[in-house]
C-alpha cells in the first residue's frame, strides 16, 4: 500500500492505493485542526498502518511538514517530499526554475496526463485558483506550457470585505449565482466567481488557440462544482469539455512514486 498526503493551503488530503492504483481509503483534515493534536498516535488513521512508503506534497509550510514528518515516524513509514523537476511521469516543465512550481500543480498535471487525453487546462478551484495548460508534442510527451494563479472564491469575497469598510459586517456565504445581482451578498458572490470564470475562459481561448483545437478543461478543488455550474451558466465554454475530476494531486503522488519504482525519468 502506498500513502499519498497532499498538505494544501487549507487543509491536508490522504489517500491510500493499492498496487493497481485504486484508492482504497481517504480522508481530510482542516490545517488548524491538525495542527492543535497533542497527541499525535490519538489522530493517525488506521488506514496508515499498512503502508510502508508515503509520498508527500505539501504547499502548507514548514509546522504542518514537521506534525506530518512525526506522524509517519511514529509508524516508521518512509517519506519522499515532493520537489518538481524538470521532468517526470512523461511529462515536461517548461518552469523558468521548476523546482519552484507548487508540488500541487505539478501533481494535478502528472495525473492528467496519465487519465486524460491532451490537450487540457488544469484547473485547482481552492484557496487559490490555478489554471495551468498542458499540450503534447510530436513524441507524445505532456509539455506544461505555463499557467496562472489568482486568489481564489473565498479570498476574493474576503479582501473586498476587510477592504470596504461598509462591506466589513456582511455574510456573504448567504450569497448565490445570480446573473443580475439584486441585494450586496450576490453581487459579490457571483462577482468573484464570474471573475474566476473569466480568468479560466481567457486562458482557455489562449490555449485554444495554440493547440488548433478545444481542449479538455479539468476542474477539481473545493469550488470545482460552483466554478463549473457558472462557466456553463455564462455559455462561456462547451460542457462536453469540462470534466470535474477528484483527488488529482493524491493520484498524481501515486503515479509519480509509480515512475520512481519503474526507474522512469525524474
Request: net charge negative; hydrophobic share 45%; proline share 3%.
Amino acid at each position: 500500500m502506498i500513502l499519498a498526503i497532499d498538505a494544501g493551503n487549507t487543509r491536508t488530503k490522504w489517500g491510500v492505493f493499492d498496487a493497481q492504483g485504486a484508492m482504497q481509503s481517504n480522508g481530510v483534515w482542516l490545517n488548524s485542526e491538525l495542527m492543535q493534536y497533542e497527541n499525535l498516535m490519538a489522530c493517525i488513521p488506521h488506514e496508515w498502518q499498512a503502508c510502508k512508503q508515503a509520498v508527500i506534497s505539501n504547499v502548507a509550510g514548514t509546522r504542518l511538514a514537521t506534525v506530518i514528518k512525526a506522524k509517519l515516524a511514529q509508524l516508521s513509514i518512509s517519506q519522499c517530499w515532493v520537489v518538481p523537476t524538470k521532468q517526470a511521469a512523461n511529462l515536461l516543465n517548461r518552469y523558468e526554475s521548476p523546482e519552484k512550481l507548487g508540488s500541487d500543480r505539478w501533481l494535478a498535471m502528472i495525473a492528467v496526463r496519465h487519465d486524460y487525453v491532451l490537450p487540457a487546462l488544469v484547473i485547482n478551484a481552492g484557496t487559490a485558483l490555478t489554471l495551468d495548460a498542458l499540450d503534447i508534442d510530436k513524441t507524445m510527451q505532456g509539455v506544461f506550457l505555463g499557467g496562472l494563479i489568482l486568489p481564489g472564491l473565498h479570498l476574493m469575497q474576503q479582501s473586498l470585505l476587510e477592504k470596504a469598510a461598509d462591506l466589513s459586517t456582511l455574510d456573504v456565504q448567504s450569497g448565490d449565482l445570480q446573473r443580475f445581482p439584486l441585494n450586496t451578498h450576490s453581487a459579490i458572490y457571483s462577482g468573484a466567481l464570474s471573475a474566476m470564470a473569466g480568468a479560466v475562459k481567457s486562458m482557455y481561448n489562449k490555449l485554444e488557440q495554440h493547440v488548433g483545437l478545444a481542449p479538455l478543461c479539468i476542474v477539481s478543488g473545493g469550488d470545482a462544482a460552483i466554478l463549473i455550474e457558472c462557466l456553463q451558466s455564462e455559455l462561456l465554454i462547451d460542457a462536453k469539455q469540462l470534466v470535474l475530476a477528484e483527488h488529482l494531486v493524491l493520484k498524481g503522488l501515486y503515479f509519480l512514486e509509480r515512475s520512481f519504482a519503474e526507474g522512469l525519468p525524474v
